[in-house]
T-cell receptor, first 116, second 114 residues
Framework: GAVVSQHPSRVICKSGTSVKIECRSLDFQATTMFWYRQFPKQSLMLMATSNEGSKATYEQGVEKDKFLINHASLTLSTLTVTSAHPEDSSFYIC????????????FGEGSRLTVL | AQSVTQPDIHITVSEGASLELRCNYSYGATPYLFWYVQSPGQGLQLLLKYFSGDTLVQGIKGFEAEFKRSQSSFNLRKPSVHWSDAAEYFCAVVFTGTASKLTFGTGTRLQVTL
């Protein structure tokens, strides 16, 4: 199947700093990528939909100024957590949709963010 | 609101026993249905999917799922569980008209005893 890679897999940062997480589709072009957040022992919550070359669409309740999403190419989307605070600590997972496929998504390995 | 329900938060089965994980979704046109598995600290791996056609779907690792329209269900089954199947299982649904947005169930944690 298609491969989606996330980097870094783990990151620890100080409160107030910004952290960037990359999501790459390695063997296909992804017109759409999705960013999810997962709290411990909970399900995945969709944060935003990232479309190549256009602004991301954020879900209700997600602060677009705190979670900056950039989808500059068909193989790369980035999530930047700005001015991170301990409550932003979480597991962030991206997924990508190949081309015009309307159903199946491929997921990255996830990135665990810990804000001290 | 569109929703996905996994009634069982935690299930424990003995190795070699059969397994069924339940999933129900809110009423609507037939959506796309998925089961994913997540090992601790890892991303999600697709086990199987249903788009249309035969309502019994075969997946990887010996898993299968059956779509029952009348019950709005997509239960995951495995005839004989292996210790390596211990993980978190998520049912996910793409509802019609939502532009491929996956709605996840709350997950079922499977524990396998030897």
């Amino acid at each position: 199947g298609a491969v989606v890679s996330q980097h870094p897999s783990r990151v620890i940062c100080k409160s107030g700093t910004s952290v960037k997480i990359e999501c790459r589709s390695l063997d296909f072009q992804a017109t759409t990528m999705f960013w999810y957040r997962q709290f411990p022992k909970q399900s995945l919550m969709l944060m935003a939909t990232s479309n190549e070359g256009s602004k991301a669409t954020y879900e209700q309740g997600v602060e677009k100024d705190k979670f900056l999403i950039n989808h500059a190419s068909l193989t790369l989307s980035t999530l930047t957590v700005t001015s991170a605070h301990p409550e932003d600590s979480s597991f962030y997972i991206c997924s990508a949709r190949p081309g015009l496929n309307t159903g199946e998504l491929f997921f990255g390995e996830g990135s665990r963010l810990t804000v001290l | 609101a569109q929703s996905v329900t996994q009634p069982d938060i935690h299930i424990t089965v003995s190795e070699g026993a059969s397994l069924e994980l339940r999933c129900n979704y809110s009423y609507g046109a037939t959506p796309y249905l998925f089961w994913y598995v997540q090992s601790p600290g890892q991303g999600l791996q697709l086990l199987l999917k249903y788009f249309s056609g035969d309502t019994l779907v075969q997946g990887i690792k010996g898993f299968e799922a059956e779509f029952k329209r009348s019950q709005s269900s997509f239960n995951l089954r495995k005839p004989s569980v292996h210790w390596s199947d211990a993980a978190e299982y998520f049912c996910a649904v793409v509802f019609t008209g939502t532009a491929s947005k996956l709605t996840f169930g709350t997950g079922t944690r499977l524990q396998v005893t030897l």
